[in-house]
Structures are given as structure tokens and as C-alpha cells.
């Protein structure tokens, strides 16, 4: 709390309606959205906010993104869904870790001293 984040200039990403989830990393370089696309297809952007130009990181979801954040290590997304919780390499996409599936799932939250990961679902 009481930290601003300046950015000048525009951080450019696909051509979509941000959603409701959005996280940024504990070390301030990465933001990620979760975006609703034209034709309809969800997806999250991973963007490095202190180098706009990077390459940023596009994660096809089947579902629509209920939360999102960074784990502590600062390399891994997390991103939960209807269908789970699933963690992704914020600079390439690439899946990590497993999977937390669930059937249904409403939330999900990380403890604040990241040792657990809370879930509610209707199963």
C-alpha cells in the first residue's frame, strides 16, 4: 500500500475487453489480464510493464478466469478457472507444477505466507 506504479506510454495487447482479474507481480515488473476477445474467446495477457515492448505472453483459457495472481517466486502464474487452478511460466506460457483440478470451481486464494491454496467449489 501507498505505492504508485509509474508507466508512460501504452502497454499494447489484443484487441479485447479486459476482465475482472488482473495481478501484478510483488516485484512490480509483470501485470497480467485476463481478456475477453471478439469472437469470444477467453485468454490471460501477460505483460512485462517495465519493458513494453517485450514480447507478451497470450495463455488460451477454456473458461472464464475467476482470479489470478503471481506465486512468490515471481515466475509463475497462477490462474483458476471453472475447471481448476493451473500455473503457467510467466515468460513463455509454459505450464508448471500440477494442476489443481476441481469440479466447479468458484475461488481460489493464496495464503498470505503462500504455503497453502484455498479453493471453493460446488462439488
Known sequence: LGTS???????TGSPGA????MAIS?????????????DQSLQVECFNITAP???TIKLPMDAKV??????PSGND????????VHFYNRD??????????EDELWSA???????????TSSS
Open 26 to 38: 510483488d516485484d512490480q515488473q509483470y501485470l497480467a489480464a485476463s481478456t475477453s476477445l471478439a
Open 53 to 55: 515492448e517485450s514480447t
Open 92 to 101: 513463455t506460457g509454459e505450464k508448471t507444477g500440477e494442476a489443481i483440478e
Open 18 to 21: 479486459a476482465e475482472v482479474s
Open 77 to 84: 502464474l497462477a490462474v483458476a478457472t471453472k475447471s481448476g
Open 66 to 71: 475467476t482470479t489470478l495472481w503471481f506465486m
Open 109 to 119: 486464494s493464496l495464503s498470505p505466507k503462500a504455503s497453502t491454496i484455498v479453493t
Open 5 to 11: 506504479i509509474h508507466l508512460e506510454g501504452t502497454i
